[in-house]
């Protein structure tokens, strides 16, 4: 006498009754649900903070960037005071420039 092998679904039935079994069915369908739901939160949140990371990156890359337009445009204007003062006083400044070299020419010839 050979019987069929049960299903695992009919062998819950019997074992539990076929109420608690489709009861149970339901919990993982809803529980299937709040996972896919929750997945899908997960997903907008990342997409979220990345997009803010990379508004912050902006932000600070346009900041950095006034910075240094700032810097650049103080050392030009430094430049132009220092090329009017040689212009004025071409004397004075060979006499500056021909100490600091022999200065320079003292220190390094010293090692």
């Known amino acids: 006498m050979t019987t069929n092998p049960k299903t695992p679904h009919e062998a819950a039935e019997e074992a ?7 009861d149970f069915e339901a919990q993982i369908a809803a529980l299937r649900a709040d996972i896919a739901r929750l997945s899908e ?8 903070g990345s ?6 990156a ?3 890359f ?16 430094a430049m132009d005071d220092v ?3 040689v212009r004025r006083h071409p ?7 021909a100490g600091a070299g022999m200065l320079i020419g003292l220190l390094m010839g010293r090692r």
């Open 83 to 85: 090329t009017d003062s």
């Open 91 to 97: 004397l004075q400044s060979l006499g500056i420039a």
């Open 41 to 48: 939160v997960l997903a907008a949140m990342a997409s979220t």
């Open 62 to 77: 346009a900041d950095l960037k006034a910075k240094g337009e700032e810097a650049a445009d103080q050392a030009t204007g």
């Open 51 to 56: 997009q803010n990371i990379q508004d912050a």
């Open 16 to 22: 539990l009754g076929a109420e608690n079994v489709a």
């Open 58 to 60: 902006r932000q600070a």
